[in-house]
C-alpha cells in the first residue's frame, strides 16, 4: 500500500490539520514553505486560507503576491478556502470578494476550492491524497513540459513588474502589443494607460532601466 506524503508548512502546525492528517496514516513532515501550505505527494500545492485570512489577504494586497509565488512552482496548485468568504468579520464589499475569486480563476488560472470546517479540509487533502496516486486518477501527472500559451508567459512576467497586478499587465500588453515595447515606453506613453499614474510610470522605467552594480 503506497502512503500519502504531504509536506506542511510550519505555520500550519497550530491548525491541527496535520496531527489530523497523521492519524488518518499520512506520512506529515514539516518545512519552511516559499509557497503554500501543504504539498501532496510531490504533485500538488494548496494554499489553506480561512475565510477571514482570504478576505485580510485581498485588503493588504497579500493574495496576489502568494498567487505570483504559486505561480512560479511547476506543480499544480490549488487555493482551499475554510469558511465563507462573504461572513466575516472584516467590512469589505461582496462585489471585491467576487472580483478576487474571479481574478484567481481567470487572470491567474488558480483554482479555489470551498470548504466548511477543518474536518472537510482533511478530507479534501487526503481525496487530493489518493487520487494523485492513482495511475488513472483525476490528477495523474503527465511526462514533458506542460503546454503554456505565449500570451500567459508575458502576462505572468509583466505582473513581476512594481505596481503591476494582473489588470495592469492586461492593459499593458492590450496597448504595447509586445513586451520589448513596454520595456522601451517611456513615462509619458506608460502613464495614458488607465490605472498607471506618473509615480507608477517612473517605477516601471526604472524597473528596466536601473543597473545593478556587483563587486
Same mark, same amino acid.
Given at each position: 500500500?503506497?502512503?500519502i506524503k504531504i509536506t506542511c508548512d510550519f505555520r500550519e502546525k497550530h491548525s491541527g490539520i496535520p496531527k489530523l492528517l497523521a492519524?488518518?496514516?499520512?506520512? =506529515?513532515?514539516?518545512?519552511?514553505?516559499?509557497?503554500?501550505?501543504?504539498?501532496?505527494?510531490?504533485?500538488?500545492?494548496?494554499?489553506?486560507?480561512?475565510?477571514?485570512?482570504?478576505?485580510?489577504?485581498?485588503?493588504?494586497?497579500?493574495?496576489?503576491?502568494?498567487?505570483?509565488?504559486?505561480?512560479?512552482?511547476?506543480?499544480? =496548485?490549488?487555493?482551499?478556502?475554510?469558511?465563507?468568504?462573504?461572513?466575516?468579520?472584516h467590512k469589505i464589499n461582496s462585489q471585491a470578494v467576487k472580483g478576487a475569486i474571479l481574478s484567481l480563476l481567470t487572470a491567474w488560472q488558480i483554482p479555489a476550492i470551498y470548504s466548511q470546517s477543518i474536518e472537510t479540509?482533511?478530507?479534501?487533502?487526503?481525496?487530493?491524497?489518493?487520487?494523485?496516486?492513482?495511475?488513472?486518477?483525476?490528477?495523474?501527472?503527465?511526462?514533458?513540459?506542460?503546454?503554456?500559451?505565449?500570451?500567459?508567459?508575458?502576462?505572468?512576467?509583466?505582473?513581476?513588474?512594481?505596481?503591476?497586478?494582473?489588470?495592469?499587465?492586461?492593459?499593458?500588453?492590450?496597448?504595447?502589443?509586445?513586451?520589448?515595447?513596454? =520595456?522601451?515606453?517611456?513615462?509619458?506613453?506608460?502613464?495614458?494607460?488607465?490605472?498607471?499614474?506618473?509615480?507608477?510610470?517612473?517605477?516601471? =522605467?526604472?524597473?528596466?532601466?536601473?543597473?545593478?552594480?556587483?563587486?
Open positions: 500500500m503506497t502512503i492519524d488518518n496514516k499520512v506520512n =506529515v513532515s514539516f518545512s519552511s514553505l516559499f509557497a503554500g501550505d501543504y504539498i501532496i505527494n510531490d504533485q500538488i500545492i494548496v494554499e489553506r486560507k480561512t475565510a477571514e485570512d482570504f478576505i485580510q489577504s485581498i485588503m493588504d494586497n497579500r493574495l496576489f503576491e502568494q498567487c505570483s509565488k504559486l505561480k512560479n512552482d511547476s506543480r499544480r =496548485v490549488l487555493i482551499l478556502i475554510e469558511g465563507n468568504p462573504y461572513k466575516t468579520e479540509s482533511i478530507e479534501l487533502l487526503l481525496m487530493l491524497g489518493k487520487q494523485s496516486l492513482k495511475e488513472n486518477g483525476y490528477l495523474r501527472t503527465y511526462k514533458g513540459n506542460k503546454p503554456k500559451k505565449i500570451k500567459s508567459q508575458r502576462l505572468r512576467f509583466l505582473q513581476g513588474i512594481p505596481s503591476t497586478g494582473p489588470t495592469i499587465a492586461g492593459r499593458l500588453l492590450e496597448n504595447f502589443g509586445n513586451i520589448k515595447s513596454i =520595456v522601451n515606453a517611456t513615462v509619458d506613453e506608460l502613464k495614458k494607460i488607465k490605472g498607471i499614474g506618473k509615480k507608477n510610470a517612473k517605477k516601471i =522605467v526604472g524597473f528596466f532601466s536601473e543597473t545593478t552594480n556587483k563587486k
